[in-house]
DNA sequence: TTGCTGCTCGGGCAATTTTCCCAAGCCGGA
DNA sequence: TCCGGCTTGGGAAAATTGCCCGAGCAGCAA
């Protein structure tokens, strides 16, 4: 019922940079069982090609500018739950990939890994198993060990912290802004980067902006 | 003297991402004209490779981990003053720009590029002439009118580490990426800091993000 | 050539912040 | 009632910051 013949892999390209694109569709024509049906530069298009030409596997990459690839993903899955989406980017946090995860992504792999470990997890994410690539692993069992889940965690108070702090707010200014102690401010801070696994202030700056909790 | 045949260009492939590197191949050679000759993953590499193969044109992707793509300019240039380097990247920041074309850059294109503007850069830059990117030159062309940001205040090794910064590096990272003290990397991130008047982390961070220095 | 200037690199050291551990009050649920 | 989680902060050692300094080196102008 899908892609285009019996006995291959239809893909959806999903890059916001054009030889970006044209380079993946060549290595991944040769391969031979698979096939480039579409592509689209964004997230809003994405779906719309989606829908055209219903591949087996989208091929996408999430650190487009602007739009959220965690949106097209969760889109996409909404209307199609038997989407299979395999995620490629060169981003490599763990939050990251488990909210890639949780919006409904079948495989992750990083732009490090080498052309082969791709065209297998694309070939896996066919077959409808998950993939990753293995310094995703990694990253994945690391921080499985460590802590953290990401923002879902945080309580009201942590959440408000943590938006005047992305929002460029000194620890003063929030304590005076909420009538807490700089001390509690402090702990607080400390407590946001233990629970979110972030490990300086700019991985929690960028977390904040990429769950929408403040814009750049 | 130089490249393979006498109506060929040569190319030295400089990125860290295999799968985009064996695409930019793929594109490149089926042009014809273009052969690439040889691939580095990493700054360091970039100089051997190019003194085996003495390629007429280096594709060099400067937004590498770790090591500074503009040292390797530098570095090729150095021992090559002959050397053609097409500087191909998704950051359009006018400050990189500069420092890409003063350290010793022929040409600028970005990946949002499309392929046939960057099969023309290289062949302009084989010619010996200056190349770059419409927005490559949009961007140079605002900048020029506008009075200057914070971040042009900022030297090229400043630029380079609140790149890293703000893409979520440690200080221990950062200085073992560029082969610095843990001391130094903290004086870097207090002038930084001094010069372009962010009070906070998170306000470098926002500052970064805001002017295109890493993404979010 | 000499000097000046600017960038890079790091030491030093007091002041501040971070990192953890802890306790206490409050509130909702079992 | 008791338990667990949230909120609020103290304390103290470890680490970082803020700001000063000097050295080396390149470019540049006189």
Redo the contacts with the bound molecule.
């Keep these: 019922m899908s892609g285009v013949a019996a006995t291959g892999i239809s893909v959806l390209l999903v890059d916001d940079h054009p030889i970006v694109r044209q380079g993946y569709r060549r290595v991944l024509e040769s391969q031979g069982d698979l096939h480039v049906v579409a592509e689209a530069d964004n997230a809003a298009d994405a779906y719309g090609a989606f829908k055209a030409h219903d591949p087996d596997v989208v091929l996408l990459d999430i650190s487009m500018p602007g739009a959220s690839g965690l949106e097209a993903i969760r889109n996409i899955r909404a209307r199609s739950p038997r989407a299979r989406i395999l995620v490629f980017t060169m981003h490599n946090e763990a939050v990251l990939v488990k909210a890639a995860f949780g919006a409904g992504a079948s495989g992750f792999v990083t732009k490090s890994s080498e052309p082969s470990a791709v065209v297998t997890a694309i070939r896996s994410v066919a077959r409808g198993e998950r993939a990753m690539s293995d310094d995703i692993a990694h990253i994945l069992a690391e921080d499985s060990l460590s802590a953290g889940s990401a923002l879902d965690?945080?309580?009201?108070?942590?959440?408000?912290?943590l938006r005047q702090f992305a929002g460029g707010a000194?620890?003063?200014q929030i304590?005076s802004h909420?009538?807490?102690?700089?001390?509690?401010?402090?702990?607080?801070?400390?407590?946001i980067?233990?629970k979110t696994g972030a490990?300086?202030?700019a991985q929690l700056v960028r977390l904040a902006a990429s769950r929408g909790l403040t814009r750049i």
């Design positions: 965690q945080l309580g009201e108070r942590e959440i408000e912290i000194t620890t003063e304590a909420l009538n807490l102690s700089v001390k509690t401010v402090q702990n607080y801070h400390y407590l980067k233990t490990r300086t202030d």
